[in-house]
């Protein structure tokens, strides 16, 4: 189903079923759910990864790329090597 410019989907109603329940947990849940579609892309749009420094972004990376050989290694032994294999381990070197 596409929409067309101008129309909004209520993602809310999805849930609508689960209301019913009285547990805390879950009404936290489902009123955490944006209402439509476009509430839901501008709150992914507009936030950032918490604390999401450069040291961090680095930490990671470098741990990415340690974790690379292991994977070779994995994929090797397993015998399934494949180039598509190979393509998305180098993918590990990426920020």
């Known amino acids: 189903m596409y929409l067309l410019q101008g129309e909004h989907t209520n993602v809310g109603s999805l849930f609508s079923k689960f209301s019913k329940i009285n547990h805390p947990v879950i009404s936290k849940f489902i009123s955490s759910v944006p209402e439509t579609l476009a509430d839901a892309v501008q709150t992914l749009s507009s936030s950032r990864?918490?604390?999401?420094?450069?040291?961090r972004s680095m930490l990671i990376l470098d741990n990415r790329r340690k974790l690379k050989e292991y994977?070779?290694?994995?994929?090797?032994q397993a015998n399934t090597l494949t180039p598509a294999v190979i393509s998305r381990v180098a993918m590990l070197d990426e920020p």
């Open 49 to 55: 990864v918490p604390d999401a420094t450069e040291e």
């Open 71 to 76: 994977v070779l290694q994995f994929h090797y």
